[in-house]
């Protein structure tokens, strides 16, 4: 399973970004995808998660402002974020999960600043 990741970039303050995360290989099951980041100096921390049956959660810091969402068919996710703000800089990575095993994307730049 491999994991590729785009859609980032330099946006302003209260601007929108939709990331996706195109999955390679086969995906079946109960499985997860999610997102996470990390930003210059810290450690990666947990932005959003959805499981197969559609159920997703989300970290408070992006509650109401990303969505994520998912395209089984397509094998991809999606991260849509709105109202960005300069602490959401960061480079976003992809997980994918399915029993107990887990495989990450190689990230995409996000940068909110004016």
């Known amino acids: 399973v491999q994991l590729q990741a785009c859609g980032g970039g330099l946006v302003q303050p209260g601007g929108s970004l939709r990331l996706s995360c195109v999955i390679s290989?086969?995906?079946?099951?109960?499985?997860?995808m999610a997102w996470y980041r990390q930003a210059p100096g810290k450690q990666r921390e947990f932005v959003a998660n959805?499981?197969?049956?559609?159920?997703?959660n989300y970290a408070d810091s992006v509650k109401g402002r990303f969505t994520i969402s998912r395209d089984n068919a397509k094998k991809t996710t999606y991260l849509q974020m709105a109202s960005l703000k300069p602490e959401d800089t960061a480079v976003y990575y992809c997980?994918?999960?399915?029993?107990?095993?887990?495989?990450w994307g190689q990230g995409t730049e996000v940068t909110v600043s004016s």
């Open positions: 997980k994918y999960s399915q029993r107990g095993v887990g495989y």
């Open positions: 290989g086969s995906i079946w099951g109960a499985n997860v």
């Open positions: 959805i499981i197969s049956n559609g159920a997703a």
